[in-house]
């Protein structure tokens, strides 16, 4: 059985603009982060949850700053490829 929501999605990068002062690069799974797999979720899921957006099968392996916890926060290799990606609203499907 799946669980679809509707959600806000951002996107970030590993620099201390998108991830503070003390962004060390590493995601809070403890490793690197990877582009097209990474999403940080918000703190109800599991690390390791698959979830669907956009036809596109991503792994919670990090989390969102606290104040914007129920967002979602797709990994991007770069800051530019980031802010590229802007603020959406999306259908987000939670993987058995």
Known sequence: MTNTIHAVITAY???TKCCGP???????????PVEGVSIAGPRAY????RVEINHHVYVIDDRTAKRFDGRWDVYRASHKSALKWGKQELTVTILP
């Open 13 to 15: 990068c590993i620099c």
């Open 22 to 32: 003390h962004a060390t690069g590493l995601n809070a799974a403890g490793h690197k």
């Open 46 to 49: 599991k690390l390791g949850t």
